[in-house]
């Protein structure tokens, strides 16, 4: 299991539950966090390989990573 802080949490479960592209700014809204929040989650959870930048801006849940 990933220690994650309630903020990375949240932001990968929401992108696991939602398979599109997303933003920070659309996480943020919809997770009621901060746009800031969710970018330092974002850095976190790509350097851990569960999240894939596809763009400036873009992201999506890495397919294949079991949230456990």
Request: aromatic share 4%; proline share 6%.
């Amino acid at each position: 299991m990933t220690d994650r802080t309630p903020t990375e949490a949240e932001v990968y479960s929401f992108m696991q539950a939602n398979p599109i592209i997303l933003s920070p700014s659309i996480i943020a809204e919809n997770i009621g966090r901060s746009r800031g929040a969710v970018q330092n989650a974002l850095s976190t959870l790509r350097a851990r390989g569960e999240v894939n930048k596809l763009d400036r801006g873009k992201y999506r849940a890495r397919p294949g990573v079991i949230d456990e």
